[in-house]
């Protein structure tokens, strides 16, 4: 089976420009998550899309949403970019219940820079 | 608050040598934990996942303990090697709504 897999792996983009990332699953897999990493802390939690809703949350400002399509293949957007938004995206999947036993398969990640 | 403590922060050892790698948890209620390696610039990979009923899980050279009663974990690296160098999270699921709270991790160095 292919991994997950995002696009694009890199990105350069200015104050206050929009982006959007794209994350495909492992075949079959229904549970999306997305993570933010920047240099020195650990995985801050966005949100998770199941079956094409979202089933959980973290404490991110509105600028940064998502959404998941019926192919389970998942796009995250964030508006108004600002310099702390720099920073390595990482997309997971998990399986077909994605259940808190599921474990969590990551993509390679799209890193953002933002001047 | 649920939270997940790592320690040490960093860790530098010679190849061959073992290390114990600690976490520290609040979530309540548990599900489960699970501690991740993590290359530079890549995704985490699963190393292990544990239940509450389960206390201690291997996987090769590594080996996760748990004690569900102290909330604490520890992941034992055994006779390591130069790809062993990265950073080891760990997380713990909480039963109530399938969040994952995560560690800072620890960043392990292998010197030869």
């Known amino acids: 089976k292919a991994g997950v897999t995002q696009t694009p792996r890199y990105l350069i983009k200015t104050r206050g420009q929009q982006v959007t990332l794209s994350c495909s699953p492992i075949s079959g897999h229904r549970s999306v998550s997305w993570y933010q990493q920047t240099p020195g802390q650990g995985l801050q939690f966005l949100f998770e899309y199941f079956s094409e809703t979202q089933r959980n949350k973290g404490n991110f400002p509105g600028r940064f949403s998502g959404r998941q399509f019926s192919n389970s293949r998942s796009e995250m957007n964030v508006s108004t970019l600002e310099l702390g938004d720099s920073a390595l995206y990482l997309c997971?999947?998990?399986?077909?219940?994605?259940?808190?036993?599921?474990?969590?398969?990551f993509g390679p990640g799209t890193r953002l820079l933002v001047l | 608050k649920n939270q997940v403590e790592q320690s040490p922060q960093s860790l530098i050892i010679l190849e061959g040598k073992n290390c114990t790698l600690q976490c520290n948890y609040t979530v309540s209620p548990f599900s489960n934990l699970r501690w991740y390696k993590q290359d530079t610039g890549r995704g985490p990979v699963s190393l292990t996942i544990?239940?509450?009923s389960e206390n201690t899980k291997s996987n090769g050279r590594y080996t996760a303990t748990l004690d569900a009663d102290t909330k604490q974990s520890s992941l034992h690296i055994t006779a390591s090697q130069l790809s062993d160098s990265a950073s080891y999270i760990c997380v713990v699921s909480a039963q109530s709504n399938y969040q994952l709270i995560w560690g800072a991790g620890t960043k392990l160095i292998i010197k030869p």
């Open positions: 997971a999947s998990s399986g077909n219940s994605g259940g808190p036993q599921e474990t969590q398969y």
């Open positions: 544990m239940t509450f």
